[in-house]
């Protein structure tokens, strides 16, 4: 399954969460910012981007229940 979403990520703990709901799963995750894109699951790369705007999250992933686990993160 392939897909896009925008989600927002404001706090160190929302960063922290979302990127170890990401390790559960396998599959590639990009967040896209401008035209910058990095490596979802990398933490220092999360925080290299300006978090005060929303991100679109591509998403590449087998698993289904992927999805309706980032929905929490959803801008």
Do not use: H, P, Q
């Amino acid at each position: 399954m392939e897909t896009t979403m925008n989600i927002r990520l404001k706090a160190i703990d929302t960063v922290k969460d979302f990127v170890n709901d990401l390790a559960k799963f396998e599959g590639e995750f990009d967040l896209i910012s401008g035209r910058y894109v990095i490596d979802a699951k990398s933490i220092m790369g999360i925080f290299s981007l300006d978090l005060s705007n929303e991100l679109k999250l591509s998403i590449k992933c087998d698993d289904e229940n992927c999805v309706e686990v980032l929905k929490k993160y959803k801008a």
